[in-house]
C-alpha cells in the first residue's frame, strides 16, 4: 500500500469513526470497534502530528474571533463613557480620526513604560485623539493620587498632560504627597488642590470607571479601547500603530 493510499485510508477511518459516533452512542461501540478506531486514529496522528498544529491554530483563531466580536458588543453598549467622558482628558488631536482610550494607574508599571509609547504615537501621528482614563487600582496611594490628579484636572486643565507626564514618570511610588509636589511645581497652590479635592472628590467618576471597566472585563492597568476592541497590557508602539492603521483602513482593528 502506498503512502498516499495509507494515509487516505486513515483519514477515511477518521471520518467514518467520526459520523459512526455521531450516529452510535459511544456505548455502542463494542471493544473490537473501539480498539479499532482508536489505532486508526493514533496512527494518523503519530504520521501526521501537524493536525493537531492545525487544530490548535483553529481552536485559537475560533476564540480570538469570539473575544474580538464579545469586545465589539461591550465597548458598542459602552460607547459614550468609554470616549465622551466629561472626567477624561483628551490630548493629542481632538478631531484625530482614530481615538486610543487607555485605562492606567500612577503606580503601574507597565503604564510608566507605556508613558513613551503615547508620547512616540502622538509625535509621529497627528490624526489620533488620545482619551487618558484614570482608574486607581494598585492601592490607596493610587486612588489619593487620583484624587489630586481630580483637583490639578478642574483647576489648571491646560496643565494636565504635563502633570500627568510628570506624575507618570516619576520615580518612586505616587501618592498624594508626591501628586501635590508634582501640582505645585507647575504652579497650582496647595492649599486650592486640597480645597478643590474636599469641593469635589472625584468618588463618583472613580466608580464610574470601575463599572466601565467590568463591563469591558478589564482588570488591570494598562488597557486599551482602540476602534470596537479593547486590549489589556502594554501592547508596545508598533502593535498599536497597527491597530490604528487597520481601523483607518477597514474600520476594525482586524482587518
Do not use: W
Not at 469586545?71 to 472626567?87: E, L
Not at 488631536?93 to 487607555?102: D, F, I, L, R, Y
Amino acid at each position: 500500500m502506498t503512502l498516499f493510499s495509507k494515509t487516505l485510508l486513515t483519514a477515511s477511518a477518521i471520518a467514518i469513526a467520526a459520523s459512526f459516533a455521531t450516529v452510535q452512542p459511544a456505548a455502542a461501540l463494542d471493544d473490537q470497534q473501539k480498539k479499532e478506531f482508536g489505532e486508526f486514529i493514533k496512527e494518523y496522528l503519530v504520521e501526521h502530528p501537524e493536525v493537531l498544529l492545525d487544530a490548535q491554530a483553529a481552536l485559537e483563531k475560533k476564540q480570538e474571533e469570539a473575544r474580538l466580536a464579545q469586545s465589539a458588543k461591550a465597548v458598542a453598549q459602552n460607547k459614550d463613557a468609554i470616549f465622551n467622558s466629561k472626567d477624561d482628558v483628551t490630548i493629542g488631536n481632538p478631531k484625530g480620526n482614530v481615538t486610543v482610550v487607555e485605562f492606567f494607574d500612577y503606580n503601574c508599571t507597565y503604564c510608566r513604560h507605556a508613558l513613551g509609547d503615547m508620547d512616540t504615537l502622538l509625535k509621529q501621528d497627528t490624526n489620533v485623539r488620545f482619551v487618558l482614563k484614570e482608574f486607581p487600582i494598585l492601592g490607596p496611594d493610587s486612588v489619593a493620587a487620583s484624587r489630586v490628579s481630580d483637583a490639578f484636572r478642574k483647576l489648571a486643565p491646560e496643565k494636565y498632560a504635563e502633570f500627568h507626564r510628570a506624575l507618570l514618570g516619576s520615580d518612586g511610588r505616587a501618592s498624594e504627597d508626591s501628586a501635590i509636589d508634582v501640582a505645585t511645581s507647575l504652579g497650582v497652590n496647595e492649599a486650592a488642590i486640597r480645597a478643590e479635592m474636599a469641593k469635589s472628590p472625584n468618588n463618583d467618576s472613580v466608580k464610574a470607571t470601575y463599572q466601565l471597566a467590568s463591563d469591558l472585563n478589564l482588570t488591570g492597568t494598562p488597557a486599551y479601547v482602540i476602534g470596537d476592541e479593547t486590549i489589556s497590557g502594554a501592547i508596545g508602539l508598533e502593535a498599536i500603530q497597527q491597530k490604528i492603521a487597520n481601523v483607518r483602513s477597514c474600520g476594525k482593528t482586524t482587518c
